[in-house]
């Protein structure tokens, strides 16, 4: 080992507590929070794995192409992983090559057979063309039942080999952040990630990366109509980073999603969750974005019927409320207790323009139930005479003493 290495050895097995991160390979040298071992022998790795065993700091383990593949490591490196309880991220860089056999492989097996230690993993500049179900990488991803992060970047992922990958994954729950940054994933790949992904009730994803990818304006609509019930994605990264972005048209799409301008009850159920969108977005898509950045939906959806270009909101569907078969005005303070949430919304948002409209939208539905109303219920009971008709008050003569 070199003199850094041997310095990383050392505050591993001092148990450092600010040591946090390990790098297998000559990549980053030492810091605070990150160590560097070279190993050069199998007794390096021996000292090593001994080493790793007894850490309870260690939180993430990076393995450089320089080793990666490399077969000489001992079978107590990988005991030693094997009883560390404290890493919890794995990265490893493969420098374009497939992970078929050596270390990367034996560190993947470690982690699918104590299946549930690990939170992040991701494989970069690994060559996945070939991945099938069988791969190391994806039976890693299918037994790994605790991963909320995955980053699987320039790892040459075609639509093909994107399946099997989405099979292993769409049964944990627990995926919050996933990437497939810079691969070669199309229209086809973005249906699949809809199917599996977007359209599951139970998917808790938040963050999905699909950048410098191969996907124009139908896979990009397809993860657009994925989003039309999702209630969890808040994050989605599309452009291609090149001069022409292929998902322009995309853009309807996607507004349609946050606000499906059809009806009332169709805005009040559009998507409010989604608040970031990279992709070339208009000033009415970034407006919709931006609001959507507000944690009571609520008062999103509110603000977004008040946007609405309709004459008046039609409380016609509230009239048919009735109680014994007959009329009933139960509906009326629900209707005036939903305009003053809509003010209190307007408000909060800073929509001058929406608080003035509830007031006017007040008065338009009392009018509205007023006019619906047979006249009994409008007037009061003391005013009735004895055959259910309306009269008048006499009106009585004072005469003075």
């Known amino acids: 080992m070199d003199i850094d290495s041997r310095r990383t050895l050392r505050r591993i097995q001092g148990n450092d507590d600010t040591l946090t991160k390990l790098c297998v390979g000559n990549a980053y040298g030492d810091s605070d929070d990150i160590g560097t071992v070279w190993c050069n022998s199998i007794y390096d790795y021996f000292r090593l794995g001994n080493a790793i065993s007894n850490n309870h700091h260690l939180l993430q383990i990076e393995v450089h192409e320089e080793v990666v593949h490399e077969t000489i490591a001992s079978s107590d490196f990988f005991d030693g992983l094997i009883h560390n309880s404290s890493i919890q991220e794995l990265r490893l860089v493969c420098g374009n090559v497939d992970i078929v056999h050596g270390l990367g492989q034996q560190i993947l097996k ?75 994933i199309g229209n086809a790949g973005c249906k699949a990630i809809a199917l599996a992904l977007l359209y599951d009730p139970n998917s808790n994803l938040r963050i999905l990366d699909l950048r410098e990818n191969n996907i124009g304006n139908m896979g990009a609509t397809a993860i657009a109509n994925g989003l039309v019930n999702n209630a969890k994605l808040q994050s989605l990264y599309l452009k291609f980073d090149e001069g022409d972005n292929p998902m322009n048209n995309a853009q309807d799409a996607f507004f349609h999603v946050l606000r499906n301008t059809s009806s009332i009850s169709s805005i009040y159920s559009s998507n409010h969750t989604l608040n970031f969108l990279e992709i070339d977005t208009d000033v009415r898509l970034s407006n919709l974005l931006e609001l959507n950045k507000n944690t009571n939906k609520q008062h999103v959806a509110i603000i977004k019927i008040l946007q609405q270009n309709h004459s008046n909101i039609d409380m016609e569907p509230l009239f048919g409320w009735k109680t014994g078969g007959k009329w009933s005005l139960r509906a009326l303070p629900y209707v005036i207790n939903w305009c003053e949430r809509a003010k209190t919304a307007a408000r909060e948002n800073n929509r001058r323009f929406c608080e003035v409209r509830v007031g006017k939208e007040k008065l338009s539905a009392i009018y509205q139930f007023a006019k619906a109303m047979p006249l009994l219920l409008f007037v009061p009971s003391k005013h009735i005479n004895g055959s259910g008709k309306a009269c008048r008050r006499s009106k009585r003569k004072r005469t003075r003493v």
């Open 110 to 184: 470690v982690y699918r057979e104590k299946n549930n230690q690990l939170k992040h993993l991701a494989l970069w500049d690994c060559n996945l063309r070939n991945a099938g179900r069988e791969h190391a990488s994806t039976k890693t991803l299918k037994y790994c039942n605790n991963l909320q992060k995955i980053h699987l970047t320039y790892c040459n992922l075609t639509d093909d080999q994107l399946v099997p990958i989405l099979e292993a994954i769409s049964n944990h729950n627990t995926v919050e952040q996933l990437s497939f940054y810079g691969n070669s």
